[in-house]
């Protein structure tokens, strides 16, 4: 008897499934520019509501909001670090940093004052 096995066929399936599970790891999520990385060292405000960035873990971005009395904005998610910056002096606005710290997706949501979201998804 003759064994008619094909060694190659458990290693090529394999090799699909892994593809397949990739691929499925970022559904819904716009792919990130092809040539940067679209918000390190960005400023953001209440004008890019809707916004979808991406940063590399260590990269930094800011938030401002020209409103000295706006409540700080919701932080959905632990990829990014949301640090306020602390003016000495009075500005007429509220700042803060957007650190990158592990891979994954962050939203920010302001829902006092003017009304916003911004998501992240920090790359390794």
Not at 24 to 51: L, N, T
Not at 79 to 95: D, K, T, Y
Not at 107 to 123: D, K, N, Q
């Amino acid at each position: 008897m003759v064994s008619h096995r094909r060694p190659w066929a458990a290693s090529m399936t394999a090799l699909m499934l892994a593809a397949c599970a990739s691929a499925d790891d970022h559904r819904g999520s716009p792919s990130p520019p092809p040539d940067a990385i679209a918000g390190a060292g960005r400023m953001f405000s209440p004008a890019d509501d809707g916004s979808h960035a991406w940063l590399r873990a260590g990269d930094t971005a800011r938030l401002l909001i020209p409103d000295p009395l706006a409540p700080d904005p919701i932080v959905e998610g632990n990829a990014i670090a949301f640090i306020a910056v602390a003016n000495i002096a009075p500005s007429g606005q509220r700042e803060w940093e957007i650190r990158a710290v592990r891979p994954g997706k962050s939203v920010i949501r302001a829902t006092g004052g003017p009304r916003f979201t911004l998501t992240f998804e920090v790359l390794p």
